[in-house]
């Protein structure tokens, strides 16, 4: 062959290896520079991973500067996406540009649809809002470092902005209140307690002062103890003071006594954005409502079952009455219960490595949930470690109301809150740094609400639902994530009132009442969110189902859970794309075995 031609073949034959390279090259640079625009934007979350560049900044997320930010940030990494040939990637990279289009297109459309603003307008609820998110950074045990006197001084200059931050936070809620996008009244009067609880009369007992525990000795502690003593006084209680008063005398006679989704400007179209955000797949508010009709029907038969077992009579709302005031599942109190539950740690560890392959580095700590949050709290929570390895996982477990965590979910809140689901997810992720920023420290919640619920079925190959007790408690849960998906598009979708939804809880479940009131107005101030959970365990156990029968005999479960998290998180649909992959890639190995 002339040497010519031979050249011209070389070079045509390498074109797709040469394109594939810049392809995977510009993925690689998007990806480190949405990084870190984001982490600038987010500095909270750059605490949260560990990284401390950012620890002096307060996060904004609510100002129409901060908001323009966002949107052009987004528009930006949308149009380099596109540029980039998603043929030419490796499989793995194809996962993460597809969980990254995904998220950036969701950003695009809360923009586009003015959702992003709408939602700015109601920057405080029950459970989300810089109010909470402070005390939990800075209470000297959350998640900014105190180690060393520059980490304090970070601190003090990050909390330093919190008085412009509620300012900025009241004049987005007037404006809310002349555009008719305000908060329920029931969501509006939860706050008022959140906020009174940090006025105090002396910086010794506010919750900012345990930072002040962890200064340095000698002159340059003290120095940092009269910041902190500043800092607490003109800062930081006058405003909490100016936003409980706020709240309490101009936001509240303006509230609106309807609490779903739908009763806000375009709140339909707002609805169904949740639910895309919220469970990563395409269905609506009537799809996911009957989805939950038929599986609390499913789980009632499944519970009278139980019921036997357990030696209960009656119907089943004579049943869940019973279970409601049975003394015998009452923790007797919160030491009690803190070391049931760390008990159950050692318990799930020995049987963890016949069910994974990959097992998590950083270890995790029971912590009860602290008392200024704890009204509003869920029974369990988890809180990740950082990348640093400094900083443990933490299992909270809200021990301010003990009749809200029976002793028969003992079993199934360890494996939803700890190992094997939010710390093993959220650890294995971010142990993976081959995985770029939004995967490892991101969030889709019905991933890992979905990978948490359905950990709670794993229960059953480590023999623990061998006990009555216990299984009644991993029924009752998953009952508690089935009656979610009615209750929530029923106020959201449907105009349900919050009695209502408080009525269908407890005529369906054994939730204690102080339990299904907190959690219905958490569904009514999180739209959404409620609905991931179960939808992303039916679409894991789903795919876990369809795996086993292609690959019969050959499906291994560890490999199974391994593959579904080696990614981090990722959307639904994502999931589904690389697991079908996967299946028959180890369907196509069999033969040579």
């Known amino acids: 062959m002339p040497r010519l031609l031979r050249l011209l073949l070389l070079l045509v034959l390498s074109a797709p290896l040469t394109a594939a390279i810049a392809d995977s090259a510009a993925l690689a640079a998007l990806f480190s520079d949405y990084d870190t625009s984001y982490l600038q934007l987010n500095p909270h979350d750059s605490t949260s991973r560990g990284d401390r560049r950012f620890d002096d900044r307060l996060e904004d997320g609510i100002s129409p500067t901060w ?3 966002e949107g052009e940030m987004v528009s930006e990494s949308l149009g380099r996406l596109d540029a980039i040939d998603r043929s030419t990637l490796t499989p793995r990279e194809q996962v993460s540009a597809d969980t990254f289009r995904f998220s950036l297109e969701l950003l695009r459309d809360r923009h586009n649809g003015g959702f992003a603003r709408a939602q700015s307008l109601m920057p405080l609820t029950q459970f989300n809002g810089m109010h909470i998110e402070l005390p939990q950074l800075g209470s000297g045990s959350g998640i900014q470092p105190f180690e060393t006197a520059d ?8 909390a330093a902005q919190w008085p412009a931050w509620a300012d900025q936070s009241i004049a987005n809620m007037r404006e809310g209140i002349r555009e008719g996008v305000v908060l329920p009244r029931v969501v509006a009067e939860r706050l008022l307690p959140q906020l009174a609880a940090h006025i105090v009369d002396s910086p010794e007992k506010s919750v900012f002062w345990g930072a002040v525990a962890k200064l340095p000795a000698g002159p340059e502690g003290k120095g940092l103890e009269a910041q902190y003593r500043e800092l607490i006084s003109t800062r930081m209680v006058p405003a909490y003071r100016k936003l409980r008063d706020f709240v309490a005398t101009e936001y509240l006679p303006a509230t609106r006594a309807s609490v779903g989704r739908s009763a806000l400007p375009n709140g339909a179209a707002w609805y169904a954005l949740d639910i895309r955000q919220h469970t990563t797949l395409r269905r609506d508010a009537g799809q996911i409502h009957d989805i939950g009709l038929a599986q609390v029907a499913l789980l009632h038969r499944e519970m009278e079952k139980v019921r036997d077992l357990l030696g209960y009579k009656g119907d089943l709302k004579t049943f869940f009455a019973a279970v409601r005031e049975d003394p015998r599942w009452a923790f007797k109190d919160e030491k009690t219960a803190l070391a049931a539950f760390t008990d159950m740690k050692a318990r799930v560890r020995a049987e963890l490595p016949g069910l ?15 008392a200024y949050r704890a009204a509003a709290a869920a029974g369990g929570s988890y809180q990740r470690p950082d990348a640093a390895g400094k900083r443990r996982g933490v299992f909270y477990l809200n021990t301010s109301d003990l009749s809200r965590t029976p002793s028969f979910e003992l079993v199934s809140l360890s494996l939803h809150e700890a190992e094997p689901g939010h710390h093993f997810q959220n650890t294995l992720a971010v142990e993976n740094t081959a995985l770029p920023g939004f995967q490892r420290f991101g969030w889709v919640t019905a991933f890992g609400e979905g990978w ?5 079925t794993l229960g059953q190959p480590m023999g623990f639902y061998d006990d009555p007790a216990q299984y009644l408690g991993y029924l009752h849960n998953r009952l508690f994530r089935a009656i979610r998906l009615v209750v929530d598009t029923g106020m959201h979708a449907k105009g349900w009132t919050r009695e209502q939804s408080i009525r269908y809880f407890m005529e369906n479940s054994p939730n204690a009442e102080a339990d299904v009131t907190a959690e219905t107005e958490r569904y009514i101030a999180w739209p959404g969110q409620a609905l991931a959970y179960l939808s992303g365990a039916l679409e894991i156990q789903r795919l876990r189902e369809e795996a086993a029968a292609t690959l019969g005999k050959d499906f291994d479960l560890r490999s199974f859970h391994d593959e579904v998290l080696v990614d981090g998180i990722v959307p639904l649909e994502v999931l589904g794309g690389k697991i079908s992959r996967w299946t028959a890639a180890q369907a196509a190995v069999e033969p040579a075995r």
């Not at 980490?151 to 990050?158: N, P, Q, S």
């Not at 994974?356 to 602290?370: H, I, M, Q, S, T």
């Not at 948490?452 to 709670?456: I, K, R």
């Open 356 to 370: 994974f392959g990959r097992l998590p580095k950083a270890d995790y700590e029971v912590r009860p949930v602290e």
């Open 67 to 69: 908001l323009e930010r």
């Open 151 to 158: 980490d304090h001084r970070r601190w003090l200059a990050r």
């Open 452 to 456: 948490a619920l359905y950990a709670e």
